[in-house]
């Protein structure tokens, strides 16, 4: 092979570069329409231990800064451990509450924001930023990528998740470092999802926070700018 085609591969290296066929592309924008953050309608029931296999690997397929690959997943299945949790999301939240002003804090207390202790497990998913070693490829200049990656790995692991009928809900409502001294998560190593899985009653068919009257989702024109930032942002939205 010559030092060209080491560079950039072999015409017979490379896969189809073909759309999908419409019934396997329709499935992957149904994932993606369909998937929804699920907190108040977990049911009890164990997950497939193949199911959850899967959806690690999808998030494990994830990009990643330098393919530095920064992620761990930590399955929380036991009680005891979640509870612990779920007393860090109920003084989080309170403090949370209190921050917006009256009327809004009153609707803010009537939503329910975590499922915990009632979905079969949690996943803590964090991001190491010296995974790729004392330079990362990519990494040199923007010293956020290693979370952008895990993130990356986490939307993979919801949407398959989605597509295997198990349910995804995000709480973020921590305190960081409670949540690493309960899981033995070392100082150096950022908490970046904490999750909470398992088979659900139904999903909603829209978000939950626009059906409770919270906020609306913006129609997508409003996100897309030509050539430059033209943002029209409602002060008191
Ligand atoms: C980084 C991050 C953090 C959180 C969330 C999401 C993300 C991306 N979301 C879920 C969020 O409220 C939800 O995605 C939106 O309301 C949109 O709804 P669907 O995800 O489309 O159902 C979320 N939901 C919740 O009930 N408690 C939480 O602490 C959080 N935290």
New binding site residues.
């Given amino acids: 092979m010559s030092r060209i085609e080491q560079k950039s591969g072999t015409a017979n290296d490379l896969t189809s570069g073909e759309a999908f066929a419409p019934a396997e592309r329709d499935a992957v924008y149904r994932a993606i329409a369909t998937?929804?953050?699920?907190?108040g309608e977990f049911l009890p029931d164990p997950l497939c231990e193949n199911a959850l296999s899967r959806i690690l690997a999808a998030a494990h397929q994830a990009p990643s800064v330098g393919l530095s690959q920064p992620w761990d997943f930590i399955l929380v299945r036991d009680r005891e451990t979640r509870s612990r949790i779920a007393e860090i999301f109920a003084r989080a939240n309170e403090e949370a509450a209190k921050r917006f002003p009256a009327q809004k804090q009153a609707q803010y207390r009537t939503?329910?924001?975590?499922g915990i202790l009632s979905a079969p497990l949690n996943i803590c998913v964090t991001s190491d930023p010296a995974r790729g070693g004392p330079v990362i490829l990519g990494a040199t200049h923007m010293a956020d990528t290693d979370l952008f990656s895990t993130?990356c790995a986490i939307q993979n692991l919801w949407l398959a998740a989605r597509a295997e009928g198990i349910g995804v809900?995000?709480?973020?409502?921590?305190h960081e470092d409670q949540v690493k001294s309960v899981l033995g998560i070392p100082d150096r190593i950022r908490l970046v999802?904490y999750l909470c899985l398992g088979h659900v009653r139904g999903f909603?068919d829209?978000?939950?926070?626009?059906k409770r009257g919270w906020?609306r989702?913006d129609d997508v024109k409003k996100h897309v700018h030509e050539e430059k930032w033209n943002v029209q942002h409602d002060p008191d939205d």
């Fill in positions: 998937r929804r953050d699920v907190r939503l329910k924001l975590e993130v809900g995000w709480v973020s409502i921590l999802g909603h829209r978000p939950e926070l626009e906020r989702r």
